[in-house]
């Protein structure tokens, strides 16, 4: 897991900070923008970063979101952003 071989070289008070898409259901990113996954639950990330042993974790909305037209003009996504921070 990625999060916890970042964790793994972190520096001792290194810091882990990581923005992505929230969890969303625009399939055609998945063929237009080879998205591999459809965004993250921000509860998997927090559990994934206190399992990699960071502490003072949160996961909040950066308060912007990713906005994008399909090829075809018929489907847009607005999806909002999280960012994820945890300390070693």
Do not use: P
């Amino acid at each position: 897991m990625a999060i916890k071989e970042m964790a793994r070289i972190a520096k001792n008070n290194g810091k882990i900070v990581i923005k992505d898409l929230d969890e969303h259901d625009y399939e055609f990113l998945k063929v237009e923008q080879s998205d591999r996954w459809l965004g993250f639950k921000r509860e998997k990330i927090k559990e994934w970063f206190v399992k990699a042993g960071l502490r003072n974790v949160s996961v909040d909305c950066i308060g912007q979101n990713c906005s994008t037209q399909s090829a075809c003009g018929e489907e847009s996504a607005v999806i909002s952003i999280f960012v994820a921070f945890g300390e070693k």
